[in-house]
């Protein structure tokens, strides 16, 4: 029994002095693993320099285009519609005869009453037909005023003070896609619109050819302010720890550099503060890098090549 316990005792021995040996090599070979060099990673990038670009601010609004001035012509005795002398979209000259009408009273021989426009337009709705009844108070057609027409648009409160009358505006039409009409403000309203926070513009606008029509949707811009401002590919800006930054481009290092942005414009955004235009900066590949991370310049290749 004495040998059996001898034995046994020997084992744990051997099993415990394995044991230790196992994670003392192991602890050695941490140490071994911790004291190599760590690979060097370097980031291909691509570098820009800070430019200078006119940046202005829009003010947008939208509304439709409308007649400057619509009248409705009437008959002055009642009877019935003769003849139509013009048809929807002719042109009307002042004092030109625009229908003919019947007087129709029982026991009396009445010549055709001629029916003659007070004003120039273009005919914008037939309301009554030949045959129909006519009377003082019944109007036989309208006419719209073309030559100019005008927008009336409604303007966010908080930029009506940027707008003032006689003002010019760029119109945009969905009927004409591409093409940017000049317009200026006539009128501003005295009072908003208590529901959307608006206020209601008007604008003229020359309308040659006549073809800008009444009822068209309009966009209408608005320049609030011009400003010559230095600006960075967007891709350049980076966020850490909730501030704003680009990375300055070394020879082998980037450096994080901490920045004040401002206006976006397109692919590029506006730098208030901190940069002068003369740095090189990250352009491609600020994404993955930190504060002093090996890079690598990369050139572009030219387009076609």
Do not use: C
């Not at 529901?195 to 800008?212: Q, S």
């Not at 680009?246 to 901490?258: D, H, Q, S, T, Y």
């Not at 730098?271 to 002068?276: E, F, N, R, Y």
Request: charged share 25%; aromatic share 4%.
């Amino acid at each position: 029994m004495k040998a059996g316990r001898i034995i046994l005792v020997v084992i744990l021995i051997a099993l415990v002095g394995l044991i230790g040996w196992r994670a003392w090599k192991a602890v050695q070979a941490k140490k071994i693993e911790a004291a190599r060099p760590a690979p060097v990673v370097i980031v291909p990038v691509e570098v820009t320099r800070p430019s200078r670009r006119e940046i202005r601010e829009i003010i947008r609004s939208s509304g439709g285009l409308q007649s400057v001035a619509e009248v409705s012509i009437f008959s002055k005795v009642g009877g019935k519609i003769a003849n139509n002398l013009v048809s929807l979209g002719s042109s009307v000259a002042a004092g030109q005869i625009v229908s003919v009408v019947n007087r129709d009273e029982i026991g009396y021989d009445y010549k055709p009453y001629e029916v003659r426009s007070d004003a120039k337009g273009v005919v914008a709705r037939v309301l009554l037909n030949p045959g129909a009844s006519v009377n003082p108070s019944s109007p036989i057609m309208n006419l719209v005023d073309v030559d100019t027409v005008k927008v009336v648009a409604a303007v966010d409160e908080k930029k009506i003070r940027f707008i003032g009358v006689g003002q010019a505006a760029s119109v945009r039409l969905e009927a004409y896609p591409g093409e940017v009409f000049s317009a200026r403000v006539s009128i501003i309203s005295p009072v908003g619109n208590p529901v959307n926070r608006t206020i209601d513009v008007e604008l003229v606008m020359p309308n040659p050819g006549h073809r800008l029509k009444p009822g068209m949707y309009a966009e209408v811009e608005w320049v609030q302010s011009r400003r010559n401002a230095l600006v960075v590919p967007l891709a350049s800006l980076v966020d850490r720890n909730g501030r704003k930054a680009v990375f300055l481009a070394g020879e082998a290092e980037a450096r994080l550099i901490p920045v004040e942005a401002g206006a976006i414009v397109g692919d590029m955004i506006e730098i208030l503060s901190g940069l002068t235009g003369e740095e090189r900066i990250v352009s491609i590949g600020a994404g993955q890098l930190n504060d002093k991370d090996k890079i690598k310049i990369v050139e572009r290749p030219a387009a076609g090549l």
